[in-house]
């Protein structure tokens, strides 16, 4: 960023759900952005988006409208990742991606700040941010792995629609709208079933072993992220009928004992996370506690008493924020913090 102290900042995917939580937030929390760019495929060129109370004119994501960009965010699809990702990085940016495309290359860090935000040292012009499941999740065993060691992770996840997009929340709205009209919905064209008053036990395609890859995801990612490639872990991911809000019911085994008074006392202690539990007056975060938040939502915390050393939880978080936007520009402050911006040389390696 020559001649200037604000950084070239652009966005790929600016229209989308993601894209507009993250003008939100990176409003809020005063990011430091000069120039902005807000790109998108060339079905949005042309269209208007509010920043800090201007009107930016959204162009198609090209080689010119990225050239000298010195952060890209980007999310859009692995195609546009997998397309723009190394170009950024080869030109000396830095690219920090919301899809699954580099999350499992071991040159691209994986990163949860509040977790491991040291890995964003060794960035060579790609840093991913998490699945929107994984994020919470990371950052509550995180807090828990202070008490003992991790030894298994089970999870059941209940997803909003906003995880696949913002034409999924509108399938979901024509859905309800259809049905409160006593019509009959259309049939769905972003989920694989209808999923106003439903639950649907997939997110994403199917692998051969029976996971999808959503919860492979989880699996790996948690793995990368909490630098423990042998931890045991099994997901069951499901899309629930909710706008916005990931939710997660998680059993967790330690391999010495983990006293829930210290496993509450790291919990409080952890910064990103807020802990909610009073069952007893009806205090425990749902999806909507979680709305338009960046905190992680931990309740229901309790004894396993099916394993030796083992708990259970409950953890929420705003799929679009903390799962993602919010991810992604602390991931930035932390590259700019650090001074490991400019790494044109390192790129060369990629
Ligand atoms: P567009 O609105 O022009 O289609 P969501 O996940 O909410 O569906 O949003 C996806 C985002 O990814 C949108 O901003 C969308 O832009 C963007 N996108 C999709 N395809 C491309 C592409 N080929 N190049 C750049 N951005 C894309």
Not at 172 to 197: K, M, S, T, V
């Amino acid at each position: 960023m020559p001649g200037s102290a604000r950084p070239t900042v652009a966005v790929i995917g600016a229209t989308g759900a993601v894209g507009a939580a993250f003008l939100r937030v990176a409003e809020e929390r005063d990011f430091p952005a000069g120039e902005l760019r807000l790109l998108a495929s060339a079905r949005s060129a042309g269209r208007r988006l509010r920043f800090r109370g201007e009107d930016h004119v959204v162009r198609e994501t090209s080689e010119e409208t990225l050239a000298g960009a010195d952060i890209v965010f980007c999310s859009a699809t692995s195609e546009v990742s997998k397309r723009w990702g190394p170009v950024v990085a080869a030109s000396g940016g830095v690219f920090i991606d919301d899809g699954s495309a580099f999350r499992m290359e071991p040159s691209v860090p994986l990163v949860v700040p509040e977790v491991n935000g040291d890995d964003v040292e060794w960035h060579r012009g790609i840093l991913s941010i998490p699945n929107c499941t994984t994020t919470p999740l990371v950052l509550a065993l995180h807090a828990m792995r202070r008490v003992a060691p991790l030894a298994r992770v089970t999870a059941a996840t209940y997803q909003s629609v906003t995880g696949v997009g913002a034409a999924a929340a509108r399938e979901l709205r024509a859905q309800l709208q259809a049905i409160a009209a006593g019509d009959d919905p259309a049939p769905p064209q972003e989920l694989p079933h209808q999923i106003a008053l439903n639950v649907i036990p997939q997110v994403d395609d199917f692998s051969e072993e029976g996971y999808t890859r959503e919860e492979l995801k989880m699996q790996n990612e948690s793995r990368k992220i909490l630098h423990l490639p042998d931890l045991r872990f099994s997901a069951t991911c499901v899309r629930v009928p909710t706008m916005v809000g990931h939710a997660e019911a998680v059993h967790v085994e330690f391999d010495s004992p983990a006293p829930l008074q210290a496993l509450r006392a790291e919990l409080q202690a952890q910064p990103g996370l807020e802990l909610q539990d009073d069952p007893g007056a009806g205090l425990y975060p749902t999806p909507l506690t979680s709305e338009d938040d960046d905190s992680v939502f931990v309740g229901r915390l309790r004894r396993d008493p099916s394993v030796e050393h083992g708990a259970v939880f409950w953890v929420v978080s705003d799929n679009l924020r903390k799962g993602a936007a919010t991810n992604a520009i602390q991931i930035a402050e932390e590259v700019l913090a650090r001074g490991r911006l400019g790494t044109r040389e390192a790129a060369r390696a990629l």
